[in-house]
């Protein structure tokens, strides 16, 4: 059985040197000291990204969008994805889409579950064989509330658009993160919404592979190279 999780619920970011290079455009100064490697991304967490109103400097985003009337940090967990054919109507993104507020998280992997045999199997999903590429997002800057620790501190959030599924994704999940390459990146933290539009769609599905990892990385907090290391799936009749 598909669709064990939500779509796209985890990433990876295994070779920061690979992003470096292949966004040389980036400014990178500003993530520097904490650009590593990481095998296991969740919602939540602090992912490498870019932003429209800093188009060439790389930096942090929380990932999963909190619209401004959140009350909690924990909320953005209901908004780590969007659908790209509602954004513009969906109360939680509407905002980000009519204000051109576009935003991509830089990775080279990003994970998908089966269910079998009543347990979850996770597949990592790569461009190119595991090139760095973008996922096309929307951002909105957050403020924790005075009921917060850390209240007054403003956080650049983030959601992942989705689009239908192309066959290299489908036999796993109906839904795949919208994904840049190249210059594609740029146009899109650029142009207009009619342009926005139209690069929503599914990557060509011959620019895709997928292989079964060790389901050690089912567990939020491991992140360590085995967590994507290929994994034979036992059988289950």
Known sequence: MRYA??????????NPYAIQKS????????????LKPTYNMAPRQQV????SDAPQTATWLSWGLLPVWAKSWKDGSRCIQAQAETVATKPSYRSAWKNMRRCALIVDGYIEWTTSGGKKWPHLFEVE????????????????????????EVLRT????????????EPINDRM????????????????????????????????NQFAINPMVNKVGVDQPECVQPYEQPHVP
């Open 158 to 169: 983030a959601t992942v658009l989705t689009v239908p599924a192309n066959s290299v994704v």
């Open 129 to 152: 064989h595991g090139q760095p590429f973008a996922l096309a997002g929307l951002w909105e800057d957050w403020r924790r509330p005075a009921d917060d620790p850390h209240a007054g």
């Open 48 to 51: 490498l990204g870019v932003a």
């Open 177 to 208: 993160p919208v994904i840049l390459l190249g210059d594609d990146l740029a146009r899109w933290l650029t142009c207009g919404l009619d342009e926005a539009t139209q690069m929503m769609k599914p990557l060509a599905a011959e620019k895709m």
């Open 5 to 14: 999780f939500s779509m796209c619920g985890r990433a990876t970011r295994r």
């Open 23 to 34: 966004y040389a455009g980036l400014s990178f100064a500003k993530v520097q000291d904490r």
